[in-house]
């Protein structure tokens, strides 16, 4: 409906042989055969608006079911949600559902559901969940922050009418992404139940002739690129997400095929004593390649000499001065009161 940027569809079904069975039906036969309920027939209407995400959407969900062993059954289910702005406070998520299923001879089933998000500092949000049904109350409270690009954190509370203790629960959590892939570890303690701690990493690793380094993760068929820098370490490359390992070498994965795709040195963040001649890499990759470039790079500490070449001779003004093993270009001859 136009006049209200919205959508209405009708969908029913009937199964006309009591034997089929869907595969998360049969599955439900197979290790719970005794609950398993096997449907005839469900009618079911959907309203609810098309992609309007600046204002309040609605969702409703009436439906009714018969099945071959089991009493008739009617869902209904009405769900809201909208975006806020309030004062200084931006970007306040709200939303809430209901829900009930009606078996004849039985009581309603119902289920309430409401969420609130709020901004909070820099990055983080402060969060609450209410679920309530027919046997219990759920709350949590949640906090979820950003600390910088690399690194974030979360806490969350919560308690269970219905488990010992009220259910109360904390848990919390912490995830740093590096250069070598993505460290997580979480904790959860619940009163008179169980406590756990969990830690995991999630990357990928590249080795060939060049080398080969533990990087973030990436798909199989993602081009990824392998930047060699002559041995010299802690080279931050594509903004400060990669980091050449101890041995110069360092992989920079989620890379764009067939199409041209650039990778540069952060020259802002380079360690003391650290130079990068070329610091800009243009290239098309196809898909699933893995490319590899070497950046001439030297690492040392600038120091006054004396130059002379191997016939002890002082070489000309102007001389062009290279490493005797790479042959890499370190600076040239100057006067005193000129540059080089």
């Known amino acids: 409906m136009d006049a209200t940027n919205s959508t209405i569809s009708l969908a029913a079904y009937r199964f006309s042989d009591r034997h089929f069975h869907s595969y998360a039906n049969y599955l439900d036969h197979k290790y719970n055969d005794s609950d398993a309920q096997d449907e005839k027939q469900t009618i079911q209407l959907i309203c609810g608006p098309t992609d ?39 970007d306040i998520s709200i939303s809430t559902s209901f829900n009930t299923t009606h078996y004849e001879d039985k009581d309603r089933d119902n289920q309430i559901y409401l969420s609130i998000s709020l901004p909070f500092g820099n990055g983080g949000r402060v969060g609450y969940d209410m679920q309530n049904s027919s046997h219990s109350t759920t709350h949590r409270m949640s906090w979820n922050d950003t600390l910088d690009e690399r690194n974030s954190w979360g806490m969350s509370a919560g308690l269970q009418s219905d488990r010992p203790d009220n259910g109360a629960q904390v848990s919390g959590n912490y995830q740093h992404l590096s250069s070598a892939g993505e460290w997580d570890i979480s904790g959860t303690y619940a009163a008179n139940d169980y406590s756990s701690v969990s830690s995991s990493w999630s990357g990928s690793f590249t080795a060939t002739q060049y080398g080969a380094a533990f990087h973030r993760r990436s798909s199989t068929n ?25 041995f110069g070498i360092t992989v920079v994965p989620l890379i764009s095929s067939y199409q041209p795709s650039t990778v540069a040195v952060n020259m802002n963040d380079l360690p003391d004593g650290v130079t ?65």
């Open 276 to 340: 990068v001649a070329e610091n800009v890499i243009k290239e098309t990759w196809i898909e699933g390649a893995i490319g590899y470039k070497s950046l001439a790079s030297r690492s040392g500490k600038d120091v006054n000499v004396i130059i002379r070449n191997a016939s002890g001779q002082f070489p000309p003004l102007g001389a062009d001065i290279r490493q005797d093993d790479s042959g890499i270009s370190v600076g040239w001859l100057a006067r005193k009161d000129m540059p080089g």
């Open 222 to 246: 993602e081009p990824r690129l392998m930047v060699s820098t002559d041995g010299v370490a802690d080279i931050p490359v594509q903004g400060n997400l990669d980091y050449t390992n101890h």
């Open 52 to 90: 309007y995400p600046t204002k309040p959407q609605s969702l409703r969900q009436p439906a009714t079911s018969t099945w071959w062993n089991a009493d008739a059954s009617t869902t209904a289910n009405i769900t809201a949600g909208f975006n806020v702005d309030i004062g200084d406070w931006r």
